[in-house]
């Protein structure tokens, strides 16, 4: 995926309200303050630093992929730190007695001493590394450009896999042999609309944790997209649908220099857009106020032709309000995609492989009834467990996953 959004997503997750709400980074507030400050300057050099690379320059190439690695990392980092003040959430609103027991179970950290320590060498490590990446930076004489604002986000991977007899994939190698057909369908309706002159929308719909936002990144950085669209913007709209504020935010997300600040959010989105084929992404989608995407969309048919809008919903009404005649429903993945997601996020280098787990690993799949987002927590869970009696306690319970949503009921709380 992009680099860019990567370190937003990073930037977002470091500065979310839950941290301080739930007081998770006790003891480690000094090195908090110093990251939020370090991740715009990294934002400010991305774009230069992707120009330099496309023009062969070995060492900036060097760097984002660096930054990428530390960029994944970190992401995962900030789960953990969001899980925790979840859990925390979940046991001042009396939902462990409403969930039960053995669903909270499945946020293993209860001893805040515990935690704290672990989460604060993790912290540490990511700001080493962000320090030397800043460090490379002014040597390597990247210049700062823009400050991005509202991007995509993305459920990190882990980068620590157990060492077993199966093939271990990258986590984005799955996404994108999973997708490939999905990814091939909607790409082909984009660029099947090139001749078009009305602004095309195509809504991908489905429930949560199956992927929607992952396979917009996919198309998003398809090269045959890259190539038919010379202006590229993403924004994450989440549940607040203000026609303005998601304008400025459309925006902000352009690389081109925007000087009219003074000027009304839709007057500049319309200059933005005007005469330019352009491909937008609203990520995360709930307005079902007609009149809200009527005053947007109003400004955004001033693109050239072919320009294109491609939204993330679970709402199948929102998809009717933007452009029914387009929806894309996304289905579940099919069992083997799911297994491995599992078994690269349950198995690691730093524990014995058990040949035992490897047969249990399909009864987990069954669980997750075709949803990544179980899978990957399910894994994640299963991480922590290393014996065969715990994971066979974890493959019993009956409220792992609910069939109709294939959600796990403790991520339901967030």
């Keep these: 995926m992009a680099i860019l959004p990567l370190v937003a997503m990073l930037r977002d997750k470091a500065s979310s309200y839950l941290l301080g709400q739930y007081n998770v980074m006790e003891g480690m507030e000094k090195q908090h303050r110093i990251l939020k400050r370090r991740l715009p300057i990294i934002l400010d050099v991305i774009t230069d630093a992707e120009e330099q690379a496309a023009s062969h320059r070995e060492g900036a190439k060097a760097w984002l992929q660096e930054l990428k690695t530390v960029a994944y990392e970190a992401n995962e980092v900030f789960d953990e730190f969001k899980y925790e003040a979840l859990r925390r959430e979940a046991k001042k609103n009396g939902q462990y007695k409403k969930h039960g ?98 602004l095309t929308v195509v809504p991908i719909v489905g429930m949560g944790g199956l992927g929607k936002t992952t396979l917009a990144q996919l198309i998003y950085n398809e090269p045959e997209i890259q190539k038919h669209f010379p202006l590229q913007l993403w924004v994450c709209v989440s549940d607040t649908f203000d026609v303005n504020s998601v304008a400025k935010s459309i925006v902000e997300a352009s690389p081109k220099k925007d000087h009219d600040t003074d000027k009304p959010p839709l007057d500049r989105l319309q200059k933005l857009v005007s005469e330019q084929r352009y491909l937008l992404v609203l990520d995360d989608v709930w307005n079902r106020e007609v009149h809200k995407w009527e005053r947007l969309k109003a400004c955004l048919q001033h693109g050239g032709m072919g320009s294109a809008v491609l939204t993330t919903t679970r709402d199948k009404q929102v998809a009717e309000i933007t452009g029914a005649d387009r929806t894309y429903n996304l289905n579940v993945l099919k069992d083997n995609f799911i297994k491995k997601i599992i078994l690269t996020r349950a198995f690691s280098l730093q524990n014995e492989k058990h040949p035992e787990l490897h047969e249990m690993v399909g009864e987990i799949v069954n669980r997750c009834h075709g949803n990544p987002l179980a899978a990957t927590a399910l894994g994640s869970l299963l991480h922590t467990e290393t014996s065969v009696k715990e994971w066979k306690d974890v493959s019993s319970r009956s409220s792992i996953c609910i069939e109709e949503t294939g959600i796990l009921p403790i991520l339901m709380l967030s």
């Design 101 to 198: 027991l053995d669903v909270i179970k499945l946020f293993p950290t209860h001893n805040h001493v515990v935690f704290r320590h672990r989460m604060g060498s993790k912290l540490c490590k990511i700001l080493e590394d962000i320090n030397v990446l800043i460090a490379e930076m002014h040597d390597f004489g990247l210049r700062q450009t823009f400050l991005v604002s509202n991007q995509l986000r993305q459920t990190p991977e882990s980068k620590e896999w157990r060492h077993t007899d199966y093939v271990i994939i990258d986590p984005q190698e799955i996404a994108s042999r999973s997708r490939h057909e999905d990814k091939k369908n909607i790409v082909g309706k984009l660029l099947g609309e090139a001749s078009n002159a009305d």
